[in-house]
DNA sequence: AAAGATTGAAATCTCAATCTTG
DNA sequence: CAAGATTGAGATTTCAATCTTT
């Protein structure tokens, strides 16, 4: 069964050269742009090696993450509301994963007597297994992939990624809806 | 019109805690994870902004692709095949990204004479002027992201992603076949 | 009315099959 | 038959609308 996982997607084989970042903009500083577009380019690389990692185990990204999600919550349970909130995608987007990983048995949904507008949803002793079975794979791969960077650099690549983000922030705001 | 542009698309609101990994696997290098994930959750980040972004053009990460490589090309012009190896997509998504942008007269189609299998894409005026008039703002968005960077920071992120990028090669190659 | 969940339509992207040309 | 382009079906995800419960 073909399961096209879709972490990301986005490619373009090269980063551009600076000459052709000043034939497009002017006064652009290089650094910043191959520094921004490295990130978008080396998780491009990522999503690609992770599609075809997860979909070993029948899962997609979105999939692991409401397995992994319950996996950490009291109970390994949790409402498609929490899920959609923790995951960060649209209650849509969890109830179609609901249903693909409820009709293969890795999760259950079931009524709350307290709101009944609301439903339960609980990692099965499938999912457990599942994720038991990928996790130990799962995190070797990722490890792996850090080989080549000391301990100090991948402490600098965290702290700098950090920065990344609160640069995001300033200049380029969410735009959703306060939760 | 509601134009749901993806470059990527994972998200998870949060990085996982030392504890939850060590409780998901043995043996583990947090750091290599965090690091790792640090890599995901940033471009997530970056991705969902620069959706909007995209999207203020009319645009999504795979049209703006296929853009700004024509206008990189001598002649601004490509065959879909050329388009979708230097995007690292599909000829078929060349072709849906190619439908889109015909239709809006950003890029133009033609027969070719020499080899009438393939068919010559060309950015029309319009398209040149949409890219010359979203650049200036587009790379000064980039730029901003970086302004927590140091010049040298900004070098360090750039070499330390090129050795995550080495890493994946090794440790998680590519599966498509040989081009 | 407001909140939780779902459904339906649309966008993006992949694979497999098909159609045309070499 | 190879290669280039397209079409059709499926996967993932979003928005807008709907249905149920509070």
Redesign the pocket.
């Known amino acids: ?7 990301l ?3 373009l084989r090269q980063l551009p050269r600076e000459d052709q970042l000043s034939a497009e903009a002017r006064d652009v500083d290089p650094a910043a742009i191959m520094a921004f577009l490295s990130v978008l380019f080396t998780q491009a690389e990522i999503a690609r090696r992770m599609d075809a990692h997860f979909g070993r185990y029948g ?5 692991y993450s409401v397995l992994i999600l319950l996996r950490r919550r009291e109970g390994r349970c949790a ?4 899920i ?1 909130y923790e995951i ?13 990983l409820e009709s293969e048995g890795l999760v259950s ?1 079931s009524c709350r007597k ?6 339960n ?1 609980k990692l099965t002793k499938q999912g457990l297994a599942l994720l038991d079975r990928m996790l130990p794979d799962h995190y070797a791969r990722l490890a792996a992939v850090m080989t080549n960077l000391s301990q100090a650099e991948k402490t600098q690549l965290i702290t700098l990624l950090g920065k990344v983000r609160e640069g995001l922030d300033v200049t380029m705001p969410r735009e ?1 809806a306060a939760e």
Chains 1, 2 share one sequence.
Do not use: F, H, K, Q
């Not at 409402?79 to 929490?82: D, H, L, N, Q």
């Not at 960060?88 to 693909?100: E, I, K, P, S």
């Not at 307290?114 to 439903?119: A, C, W």
């Open positions: 069964m073909v399961r096209r996982l879709t972490i997607s986005m490619p899962l997609s990204y979105g999939r409402t498609p509301a929490e959609a960060d995608v649209t209650r849509a987007t969890v109830t179609g994963l609901l249903d693909g949904r307290d709101d009944r507008r609301s439903i949803v959703t």
